[in-house]
């Protein structure tokens, strides 16, 4: 085994959606000549090294503090296919570790290792949800303190006659505040579902 920082550098996309999630792309490691056996391949972000064999991909995690002790975590095995292309040559893909799926795409977690998008991102839309949630909900909150009857879909009630002034501009100071939340989230929570979707008919394609 090579010493730690030798061999390649990969440069992974940070997946927006999950904190310390990066992403594996097959197509981009084989357009660089990183599939060639004996290839090491160093993931600085999760401390981690992978081994380029004949069946694939062998994942292991080191201590950065202290880089001579064994592994952390691993090994873990990302078979690797080739799949024959219908003009001629072939294309590598991924076979999850984790379910029986056929991706281009790993993302790798501490603690979780390497997994294909829907194992990752199965722990992970409730979390974009309920942050979605419990921005309208705390918005919705403060609504119904200056109208009972009003929510999301309004415009932000008039000041109730009994409300002092300087609690109304409080409240709609942190109504838009909350509400202004709402959109990144949005975004957030589309991402994801626009990736789901993609991958899904990347399935039914490859009659997965
Ligand atoms: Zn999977």
Redesign the pocket.
Known sequence: MGALGSGRWVRPTRKKTVTGCVQLDIRQLARVGALQPGTWLWVPVLDCQLEVTEHGLVSYRHDRQAPSTPPLQGPQRLPVLWRVCRFGGQRPIFQ??????H?YLMYGETGHGW??????ALAYPSQWESALLRQMDRANRLRRRLDSDNCLMFPVPQRPARMHRRTYARLVALIQRHEGGLVPAWQNQLQADRAQLTQLTQDVRQGV
């Open positions: 999850c570790p984790t379910c029986p799926r991706v997994r294909c998008r829907t194992c990752a």
